[in-house]
């Protein structure tokens, strides 16, 4: 790249305070030494990152995948994830570049009418994900504990005291939280894997596309799940903010270093969702498929199929142990991720426990309707309709996203190469034409419906 190139410097507006003031440039990044200690200081915002990609709504999607269509939906699972590894490699080098978050670009790109209607579907798409994780956390303790789910529910608005003590303590100490609780999950599913001992060759064939997917608009309507549940539109928000919690130096040198090692960074925590995502789904084949067991939708009934199907009684134990972790982990991540958003487009400050209420009450109430309408299975479909909710709201981040980071102006040196540019739009390409193909399909649904 020319001198003259990478002396263009990004724009940002001044009038802001840096994303997660307190926290921003708060953990020291070692400038010299072994390789190695520098990965390690960048580890952490990816592993946060990828918590909303195994948070409570994919397990619905990947049950009621595995369950229905074997391990056809794989190849769902892993194009979902190399989808979600180039946009958050976008989302960082937007936060790294501009010194701006998502909302913060693009308040400053868009009008104030334009900054609304994102806000606020932003803030749908936070609700749909909170409402994941408060359905999953009651799920999870009720079958721990025997709590009813009604009761699960509203236990968790309390969990606004955890993040307030995690976030008191420093953003280290959030990142240490988060990433046990991963290794938890993750020790829970390769139990459970070698418990259920899948077919290899199957497997590794799931990973291959098929047309069916396409084709099935019952396996249409579970991708697209798989999708929304995959690639989160507020993630891309929380990852341009959280790398800039390091405290790399603000040059092109420093910059650009930094991009490198929070790629890294990002690319393997998701590798680690990844696994887990794929784990769902192949534990819902090998265990309930291959036993005819077609239509796995609700989690309390994975849990009761798990024990008698393997012969193993732990295994139940370590799956609800697994979707406990998952959704206290989502609790935290989804707490800042609202915090960002809300201050970035609207400039608007809230305490963290205001905020965490405030979040927590929009998701708890629909729950609460559901399961006092139609009982405790209820909540299963509802789980698979807010990662639906979440896919449809993709596009609203996805592509103000791709526009920052193609503008030099933004950007300046570290503006996109085409040909990354080219792979983006490409992905954002087919998350428009899946939500068309699922609205069409909708629509299909309902005439046939008045018709009859």
Not at 110 to 120: F, K, N
Request: proline share 4%; net charge positive.
């Amino acid at each position: 790249m020319s001198s003259s190139m990478s002396s263009v410097q990004p724009t940002s507006p001044v009038s802001d305070s840096p994303s997660l003031g307190e926290m921003h440039a708060s953990v020291a990044v070692s400038r010299r030494g072994h390789w190695g200690f520098r990965l390690l200081a960048f580890l952490g915002p990816g592993y946060m990152v990828s918590v909303g990609y195994m948070d409570p709504g994919n397990w619905a999607t990947g049950l009621a995948g595995g369950s229905r269509f074997g391990y056809m939906l794989l190849s769902v699972i892993l194009l979902s994830n190399v989808m979600a590894i180039v946009l958050q490699a976008l989302a960082a080098r937007l936060g790294i570049a501009s010194d701006m978050d998502l909302a913060q670009a693009c308040r400053a790109r868009y009008s104030r009418g334009t900054t609304l209607v994102l806000w606020a579907v932003c803030e749908l798409a936070i609700i749909a994900c909170d409402l994941a994780e408060v359905i999953g956390t009651a799920i999870a303790l009720n079958l721990l504990l025997g709590v009813p789910i009604i009761w699960g529910v509203v236990i968790t608005a309390v969990d606004v005291v955890l993040v307030l003590l995690l976030m008191h303590r420093g953003f280290r100490a959030l990142e240490a939280f988060v990433i046990a609780l991963l290794l938890v999950i993750f020790g829970c599913f390769v139990v459970q894997i070698v418990l259920a001992a899948p077919p290899l060759q199957e497997v590794l064939g799931g990973f291959v596309p098929r047309w069916q997917v396409v084709a099935d608009p019952q396996a249409l309507y579970l991708a697209i799940g798989i999708v929304g549940a995959t690639v989160m539109p507020h993630n891309l928000y929380l990852h341009s903010s959280i790398v800039q919690t390091r405290a790399y130096p603000r040059t092109p040198v420093g910059r650009r270093s930094a991009l490198r090692w929070a790629v890294a960074d990002s690319t393997l925590a998701l590798m680690l969702a990844l696994f887990i995502n794929a784990s769902i789904l192949i534990l819902a084949a090998a265990v309930f498929h291959a036993q005819h067991h077609f239509d796995v939708e609700e989690i309390e009934q994975a849990y009761q199929l798990l024990a008698p199907v393997l012969g193993v009684g732990v295994a139940a134990t370590l799956f609800a142990t697994a979707l406990l972790a998952s959704g206290i982990n989502s609790t935290v991540t989804a707490t800042l991720a609202g915090q960002i958003v809300m201050e970035g487009f609207l400039r608007l400050r809230l305490r963290p426990w205001l905020r965490r209420v405030l979040t927590r009450g929009l998701a708890i109430v629909p729950v609460i309707v559901v399961v006092a309408l139609y009982g405790e299975q209820g909540t299963g479909r509802l789980l698979l309709l807010s990662q639906v909710i979440l896919s449809m709201q993709l596009p609203f981040a996805v592509i103000p996203l791709l526009r920052c980071v193609a503008d030099r102006k933004v950007m300046g040196a570290l503006v996109a190469p085409r040909w990354l540019m080219v792979v983006a739009w490409l992905i954002a390409g087919v998350i428009v034409v899946l939500n068309v193909k699922l609205l069409g399909d909708y629509a299909v649904h309902l005439m046939v419906g008045v018709s009859d």
